[in-house]
């Protein structure tokens, strides 16, 4: 059995279904608007961000990047505003984060599989995406995540684009859309 991770990151509001569908951005890649609040409750400061990682991006990209996005998420925080956690507080809370994920975005995979408005080969693109979480989840379970041991200031991003653009590229791809049907 497992539970919400356990974490010294502040309680915020959090979306609580925060994927790259329900998204909506403008002409600028500005956001918009943010879709469907049904789950919306207090939680974990990275846990929209980590479950938009998690659900929006292909396993490669999320693999080689969640590190950066967590850098400028938080130094992003802490130039606007006075926080009181660390960095490592936010990956060691994504990657225990990884299998309430896997869980939770399981209903959405089951409705994009019985989506009518997308074919085999997009349908094909979500399961391998989740199923890509399920092993990440297991080998961090197991001892075995291959960044376990990587320092979130010092890791090596050679990718430079931003997430907003890996988001809406992966929501155009046909080979991972995200876990929204």
């Not at 080998?139 to 075995?144: A, F, I, L, V």
Request: net charge negative; hydrophobic share 35%; proline share 4%.
């Amino acid at each position: 059995m497992f539970s919400y991770p356990e974490c010294n990151l502040p309680k915020v509001l959090c979306h609580g279904d925060l994927t790259g569908s329900n998204i909506t951005f403008g002409n600028h890649r500005e956001v918009i608007l943010i879709n469907h609040w049904e789950n919306v409750h207090y939680g974990s400061a990275a846990e929209d961000l980590s479950y938009l990682i998690l659900t929006s991006l292909n396993p490669k990209d999320r693999r080689n990047n969640y590190l950066k996005i967590f850098r400028r998420y938080f130094y992003t925080l802490v130039d606007t505003r006075h926080i009181k956690f660390k960095l490592h507080e936010m990956k060691e809370f994504y990657l225990a984060f990884m299998k309430y994920a896997v869980f939770f975005s399981f209903p959405n995979l089951a409705l994009i599989l019985k989506s009518e408005k997308l074919n085999d080969h997009e349908k094909q693109g979500a399961v391998q995406r989740w199923e890509s979480v399920l092993d990440d989840a297991f080998e961090y379970e197991s001892g075995g995540y291959v960044s376990d041991n990587e320092h979130p200031l010092t890791a090596q991003n050679y990718d430079t684009r931003s997430v907003t653009d890996a988001v809406l590229r992966t929501r155009h791809s046909t080979d991972y859309p995200p876990f929204s049907p």
